[in-house]
């Protein structure tokens, strides 16, 4: 779909962006419905929120000229370790906040998941894994597209135009992270040149125990 425009991010983009991060959000599937995780904006803090409020020089947006609508986007960070640092100081208080003091009564299902979530996390990765990666390849990445505009090109464009701007910034590794029943993004990743670099099985989580974590990296030249 050659008219996609990609343009930077803005501010005025965050409802379309926390929109597509729910519509996508459960093994690349829509999360609407699933009666299970109901807070929207809840869950948009968890994974995305940080980088439209604290690195939107690393956002990159797919928008759709016929409607203005914002039908996708990538974003990330150039540092890991620091975003990491930077996202328990700045965005771990404001997720704790919402989560007892409006989520547990108005979404108590999302509250009961949210705390099983958080007690299967402990127990996913390799630490020692997870900093030689960080090491290697500093840079990490997020990309979201609307169903109806994937298997377009589109995906494909969002990951080298990331990719060009790590160049920009003198990053040359990136890595990302999916699971394995997101059946569109595994066979995508690895026709963009994206090598696995660690798999790991997700324990005590009743949704995600069949699931294993892919790490996948990539040196951009």
């Not at 690349?28 to 995305?48: A, K, M, P, S």
């Not at 404001?94 to 009564?105: C, E, V």
């Not at 030689?132 to 990445?141: G, I, S």
Request: charge should be positive; aromatic fraction near 12%; include cysteine.
């Amino acid at each position: 779909m050659a008219d996609i425009i990609i343009r930077n991010y803005r501010r005025e983009d965050e409802p379309a962006i926390e929109d597509i991060t729910y519509r996508t959000g459960f093994k690349g599937e829509d999360l609407t419905g699933r009666d299970f995780f109901d807070d929207r904006r809840l869950f948009f803090l968890l994974f995305i929120y940080y980088y439209t409020r604290y690195e939107p020089e690393h956002f990159f947006v797919a928008v759709d000229p016929s409607n203005d609508a914002v039908v996708g986007f990538i974003c990330g960070t150039t540092d890991t370790a620091a975003q990491e640092k930077n996202f328990q100081k700045k965005v771990v208080p404001r997720i704790i906040a919402r989560t007892f003091l409006y989520t547990s009564w108005r979404y108590p299902k999302t509250f009961k998941m949210l705390l099983r979530m958080m007690k299967g996390m402990g127990t996913v990765g390799d630490h020692d894994t997870a900093a030689r990666v960080r090491t290697a390849y500093p840079a990490h990445l997020h990309i979201n597209l609307l169903p109806e505009y994937q298997h377009k090109g589109i995906g494909t464009r969002l990951t080298k135009h990331f990719e060009e701007h790590l160049i920009g910034q003198n990053v040359r590794g990136v890595h990302l992270q999916t699971t394995s029943h997101n059946r569109k993004a595994v066979p995508f990743y690895r026709k963009l040149g994206f090598e696995i670099l660690q798999e790991t099985a997700i324990k005590g989580h009743p949704l995600l125990d069949d699931l294993t974590l892919i790490t996948f990296a990539k040196k951009v030249a």
